[in-house]
């Protein structure tokens, strides 16, 4: 039973265009998320969060939607530079739990030059 | 800040044998993780610590899985009589509390386990 779904295993984007990651959760006890990037070979790292109680949050050319009656949040990242290509990943945690971070399976974003 | 660190970054067994891997953390974090990745799929939680004290284990973790945290720092995570299916990425992390964005987890770059 996954609870947090990204649907989409790949996305190939031009550089210079906006990316939209999008991501969908079935437990309604979360109430913070959050995505990590990964590169070959390496960790994964954190990106940006967004909590429950805002549905916007930017950090510079990243930016996190949250729709929670929709139980869906969104990635934009513009402009999209090769540099982002990796594996970008969805979480989400609980209040009754917040250490305990549920990853999605992760879309392989490719910025093409 | 010298990041978490994971040994070794491979390890090749056969079916049956035990194996154990490490984790350090980053010094001045005092929750520990454990997460197994395979293909295609995200990182999947199986524990986690809080300085020495084991504070949730998810029933991915059968019982040939035993985390220890001796002294609150380093992280061993030791598997039994490993099975094909135990074959994947184990990913250490650590933060300095709970997994919140001003507190995010940060990831060591993982032990790859593949039992023939």
């Known amino acids: 039973d996954q609870q947090v779904k990204q649907n989409s295993p790949s996305l190939s984007v031009q550089e210079g265009r906006i990316s939209i990651l999008n991501c969908d959760y079935t437990?309604?006890?979360?109430?913070?998320f959050l995505w990590y990037k990964k590169y070959p070979a390496e960790g994964p790292t954190f990106l940006i969060s967004?909590?429950?109680?805002?549905d916007k949050n930017e950090d510079g050319r990243f930016t996190v939607f949250l729709n929670k009656s929709a139980k869906h949040l969104s990635l934009h990242i513009v402009p999209s530079q090769p540099g982002d290509s990796a594996v970008y990943f969805c979480a989400a945690s609980a209040k009754t739990s917040y250490d305990k971070v549920i990853f999605g399976p992760g879309t392989s974003l490719s910025v093409i030059p | 800040d010298t990041g978490v660190s994971q040994n070794p970054r491979h390890k090749i067994t056969k079916r049956g044998q035990n194996v154990t891997f490490r984790c350090d953390p980053i010094?001045?974090?005092?929750?520990l993780y454990w997460y197994r990745q395979t293909l295609g799929q995200g990182p999947e939680f199986l524990t986690y610590f809080q300085n020495e004290a084991q504070l949730e284990k998810s029933r991915l973790l059968s019982d040939r899985f035993s985390a220890e945290r001796p002294k609150g720092s380093f992280s061993t995570l030791e598997i039994q009589r490993t099975e094909q299916g135990d074959s994947a990425m184990y990913l250490c992390?650590?933060?300095?509390?709970?997994?919140?964005?001003?507190?995010?987890?940060?990831f060591g770059n993982g032990t790859r386990l593949t039992v023939t």
């Open positions: 967004i909590s429950s109680i805002k």
């Open positions: 010094s001045e974090h005092n929750r």
């Open positions: 992390a650590s933060s300095r509390r709970g997994g919140k964005g001003n507190s995010p987890l940060h």
């Open positions: 437990n309604s006890m979360f109430d913070y």
